[in-house]
């Protein structure tokens, strides 16, 4: 039996749904509500001590690392297969996917926590953030959060990150001249991690990612968009929807 | 035929050696000389336009990233094999070589970047180590060692450094009650990448990695050091040697 503990079809979340959508592998879905800081609560805890979404459970056996979730998954259920068998194809699709997990997601994730802090951290007095913060089990995310919760990130570390994501689009720019997808002639675990991170970017990021100035990863996007796995990942429900709509219609 | 551009036997240069010896793969060793900041230089940055050792050419084709390099070493010439056929051991091995890459390397590069950054610059004049700044690809990297030079790091910063690096000797010291190998019953990219980071922190880092604090890391350490692999790999010259030979015996 395969679980996946995950938030909303976003991000990290979001890379590990891609594939077991693309690989129509059934899983029972558990929901963690990361903006009410449930990823940090002992009971989650108890399953991931990093206190970080996404998590595998397979037959009882935890995974954690959506990257390394992902290539558990492929070796695992091989069919249809996500990592390219060409030795040289796979390495382009292994450091892209480690590009996205060391320099685009935390730019990407810096920027969208410094516009979403508030809309968080108003919901709590400042003891109960200060609670939640105090159980993050990593230094540096503890030490991130309260950051972009007190002063905010200067405009400088904002222009920086901005800089990494045009960075990391004008890497998928060039990869895609060469081939239909980001590793080359085959969908792979590339394309499924960096969708993961640009699926909401057109339109908030246009300056980075239009057609204009990546027409090529524009129409990657269109093309990720219409596969049929691609749109049953994004269809999974959010947490804080759900949380909303048990709190709006009491059982 | 296989080519390396790498520097001295440590840290991500020595990552691939350890892989390369233990294969027994015979290869075309290129000395990169990163204390003269050659892989900045553009005869390097045609090769890597990241400006980061080591590289692997294979019949032409370059090969970046120390991590994707070793995956793809074990997948092109699988004897004896690294990565383990388990897949769940396989998991536990990609944690690790990605824990590596994402907290354990930074931290220890950081805090040997500032023990001796100033044995770098003290031959530089103030326009040279611009110079040679200006030319590294990655901002962030240009910071860092920008502001080593310039102020050093703070207290809090190297204090939080080490503590990251207790934390990943802790991990390893935990890995290891389950297993003679980090990642299990097998020897692995796992125990190549921690090795390639901790071979010299004995001694240097006694607080850290000791008898008295990581017994089953100390004795992991022992049984690395024992493989002929090993042993070869920490053999292989350093460019700062050979550039000192260089100098004293002009040809």
Same mark, same amino acid.
């Given at each position: 039996?395969?679980?996946?503990?995950?938030?909303?079809?976003?991000?990290?979340?979001?890379?590990?749904?891609?594939?077991?959508?693309?690989?129509?592998?059934?899983?029972?879905?558990?929901?963690?509500?990361?903006?009410?800081?449930?990823?940090?609560?002992?009971?989650?805890?108890?399953?991931?001590?990093?206190?970080?979404?996404?998590?595998?459970?397979?037959?009882?056996?935890?995974?954690?690392?959506?990257?390394?979730?992902?290539?558990?998954?492929?070796?695992?259920?091989?069919?249809?297969?996500?990592?390219?068998?060409?030795?040289?194809?796979?390495?382009?699709?292994?450091?892209?996917?480690?590009?996205?997990?060391?320099?685009?997601?935390?730019?990407?994730?810096?920027?969208?926590?410094?516009?979403?802090?508030?809309?968080?951290?108003?919901?709590?007095?400042?003891?109960?953030?200060?609670?939640?913060?105090?159980?993050?089990?990593?230094?540096?995310?503890?030490?991130?959060?309260?950051?972009?919760?007190?002063?905010?990130?200067?405009?400088?570390?904002?222009?920086?990150?901005?800089?990494?994501?045009?960075?990391?689009?004008?890497? *998928?720019? $060039?990869?895609? #001249?060469?081939?239909?997808? =980001? &590793?080359? /002639?085959?969908?792979?675990? !590339?394309?499924?991690?960096?969708?993961?991170?640009?699926?909401?970017?057109?339109?908030?990021?246009?300056?980075?990612?239009?057609?204009?100035?990546?027409?090529?990863?524009?129409?990657?996007?269109?093309? *990720?968009? $219409?596969?049929? #796995?691609?749109?049953?990942? =994004? &269809?999974? /429900?959010?947490?804080?929807? !759900?949380?909303?709509?048990?709190?709006?219609?009491?059982?």
């Amino acid at each position: 039996m395969l679980e996946l503990y995950h938030a909303e079809p976003a991000s990290n979340s979001l890379k590990v749904l891609l594939c077991l959508k693309e690989k129509g592998l059934e899983f029972v879905s558990h929901l963690v509500n990361i903006q009410a800081f449930e990823q940090h609560e002992p009971r989650f805890l108890a399953i991931n001590p990093d206190g970080q979404v996404p998590v595998l459970v397979h037959d009882g056996t935890v995974i954690t690392e959506s990257t390394v979730i992902n290539e558990y998954l492929d070796q695992v259920f091989p069919a249809p297969a996500l990592r390219p068998a060409d030795p040289i194809e796979c390495a382009r699709m292994r450091v892209l996917t480690k590009y996205v997990d060391e320099y685009f997601r935390p730019a990407l994730s810096q920027i969208g926590w410094q516009l979403m802090i508030h809309t968080i951290t108003d919901r709590l007095t400042p003891e109960e953030f200060a609670a939640k913060l105090a159980r993050i089990p990593r230094e540096e995310k503890r030490e991130k959060w309260r950051i972009a919760a007190a002063q905010g990130y200067t405009a400088e570390q904002m222009a920086a990150w901005r800089r990494t994501l045009a960075e990391g689009i004008g890497k *998928m720019e $060039a990869a895609l #001249a060469s081939g239909p997808w =980001l &590793a080359g /002639p085959h969908y792979s675990l !590339a394309d499924v991690a960096c969708f993961a991170m640009a699926a909401n970017m057109p339109g908030r990021f246009s300056d980075i990612m239009s057609e204009t100035v990546s027409p090529r990863v524009m129409d990657w996007h269109r093309r *990720m968009r $219409a596969r049929p #796995a691609v749109v049953a990942a =994004l &269809a999974m /429900p959010s947490p804080m929807q !759900a949380a909303a709509r048990a709190r709006g219609r009491p059982a």
